[in-house]
Structure formats: C-alpha cells, structure tokens
C-alpha cells in the first residue's frame, strides 16, 4: 500500500514553530496537530504560550484546548487521538501537519510505538510517591537511575509519573522501559513523512525563552495560575506539573518568591530546550532547518513549501 503523507515540524521550546506551521499550512492545504502535552489543556493559555484564535488564521488546529487540567493525558492518549485526527484529515483530503516540541508523543504516532500495557501494580505505585513525598523527586529518580540508567537521562526528576511508570515497568517485566522503546524505534514509519527540526543558535534561543518567559509574566501568569488554583487545581496534578505552573504555585504558597519563581522558570526552559535538541539528535530520518540561514522568514517559508511539495507529488 502506498503511504500516506505527513509533515512534522518540531525544535525547542520558542524556536519559532508556530508562524511558519501556519503559513505551511495554508500552502499545502494542511491542518495542525498540536504535538504538545501542555497546550490540550483548556484555561491554561499563557503559560502554555498557547496559539490564540486569531493566529490560526482560519487553519484548523487539533489537540488543543481538548481538556480540562485534571483530565489524564499522556502519550498513550495522545497517540489514539492523534490516530484519529490524521485518519480524519486525510478524509477531508488534507494534509496533516504535526506541530509542537513534544518528541516522545511525535515518536509514538510515526513509528506506531506499542505501549505495551502492564497490569497496574496500584499498591507499589503507591510505596513510590510515598518514597518521593518524604524524600524528594531526586531521590525516586534516583532509584530510577539505578536500574535505567537511559531513562533517567531522558526523564526529569520532576515528572514524578513517569519515573514510577518507568520503575513499574521494570518491576513488572525485568526490562528496561528504555530498552523495550528502542526496539520500537526500529520500526519503520507508515507515512511518507518530512521530519523538520528548526533550531537557532543557543545565544539566540536562550534570549527568546528569557523574553517569553517576561512576557508571560506581563499577560498574567501568576493570575492564570491563581484562577487554576481557585478552581480546584492542585500541584500534584499532571498538568499542573508543567513548566511555568509548578514553579508559580511554589511562589504562590509561600515556598519561593515570586521573583525568584520567574528565574527558576527561565533557567528549567532553556534546561527543557537542551534535553529537547538532545532527543531530536538522536532520531533518524529529520531534515534540520537552521533558521538563521535563511535571511527572512518568508524564504524559510518557501523553501518547506517547495520542499513538502515535493513530497507531496512523489506521493502522487
């Protein structure tokens, strides 16, 4: 069977994604798919640097404001959603078009990674954020890195379920969940597929987060953050583990100052765009966009529109 077609546009965090995917779209007559775990969350739009209305330009954007911050959502469920959408837009004869920064969940929809599913173990879940609440993520994490010395390099300290999902797995199985996601990475993609990966200079980048997260603090963060909390949120909750979220609560409730908070935000970013440039050097098959080769953003443009074309019409 001949393969169907899919963009992916993907970097780090504020590298620039947005203005150009919208621009790719309405060339090749593409609908996006948001490839982020924080934007499908609704009323949590600053600090997600979420896309407004008015910047989609009339393209059709999945995945985003989907749920509602205490809905699960990892990359098992973005993988059937995603699924779902694609099977969709090539319905409408479109094309779509993955966007975001997220390369697990990418990774999981390309190569069509089998979550193998293990029988919950509720009772060692439990002894494991237990272990993290009275000794600290660094110390779970830690534990991780004993027995999956690549998971631990992949997986923050922070992200609390997912180094007890990766102990589970290895609990459960006596193999490394690691190991068990690199056998599917062998696998070979079902689409014909351009894989972009945009970067800038590290100078340049680190100027963008830095500059972000100002302006996230000039729109109302703190604000976002209180209302979320008014409304129910807590810490613990997966979303409100992102980034910018939990370092504001911490702020909010006394742990930190506010001041503080924004700087540790803008550190853990450019930490989050080192460990992203870090996975997307490890994938096969990406084509590489160094943005400040081009002298504007309308011949960056142009030359992803040629160049999915030409994807396009092979295809055909």
Not at 22 to 32: D, M, R, S, V
Not at 206 to 214: A, G, P
Request: contains cysteine; glycine residues 6%.
């Amino acid at each position: 069977m001949k393969k169907k077609p899919l963009i992916i546009l993907t970097g780090p965090t504020a590298v620039g994604k947005t203005q150009l995917s919208i621009g790719l779209a309405k060339a090749i007559n593409g609908e996006i798919i948001s490839a982020d775990s924080m934007q499908v969350y609704r009323k949590m739009d600053i600090g997600t640097a979420k896309i407004k209305p008015e910047e989609m330009q009339g393209v059709k954007h999945y995945l985003v404001d989907e749920l509602e911050p205490w809905e699960e959502f990892n990359v098992a469920v973005f993988k059937e959603r995603c699924q779902k959408y694609i099977d969709e837009i090539y319905a409408k004869g479109k094309v779509p078009i993955l966007v975001g920064g997220t390369g697990f969940y990418i990774q999981a929809v390309l190569y069509a990674v089998d979550f193998e599913q293990t029988e919950a173990d509720t009772a060692y879940r439990e002894e494991l954020a237990a272990f993290a609440k009275q000794n600290g993520n660094e110390a779970l994490h830690q534990k991780l890195q004993e027995v999956d010395e690549a998971s631990a390099k992949a997986i923050h300290p922070n992200n609390v379920k997912r180094v007890i999902r990766a102990l589970e797995y290895y609990k459960q199985t006596g193999q490394k969940i690691s190991e068990h996601n690199e056998m599917q990475q062998q696998k070979e993609a079902n689409y014909n597929f351009r894989y972009y990966v945009l970067s800038l200079p590290r100078e340049i980048l680190y100027q963008r987060i830095n500059e972000r997260v100002d302006n996230m603090r000039q729109e109302g963060l703190v604000e976002e953050v209180q209302e979320l909390l008014r409304q129910g949120c807590t810490k613990d909750m997966v979303s409100m583990q992102g980034l910018g979220y939990k370092e504001i609560i911490d702020a909010l409730e006394g742990r930190d100052t506010l001041e503080h908070a924004f700087e540790k935000i803008k550190q853990e970013t450019r930490h989050f765009a080192k460990r992203q440039f870090t996975w997307f050097r490890r994938e096969r098959d990406v084509t590489w966009i160094e943005k400040d080769k081009f002298a504007t953003q309308e011949e960056l443009l142009q030359y992803c529109i040629t160049d999915c074309k030409n994807l396009l019409q092979e295809g055909d």
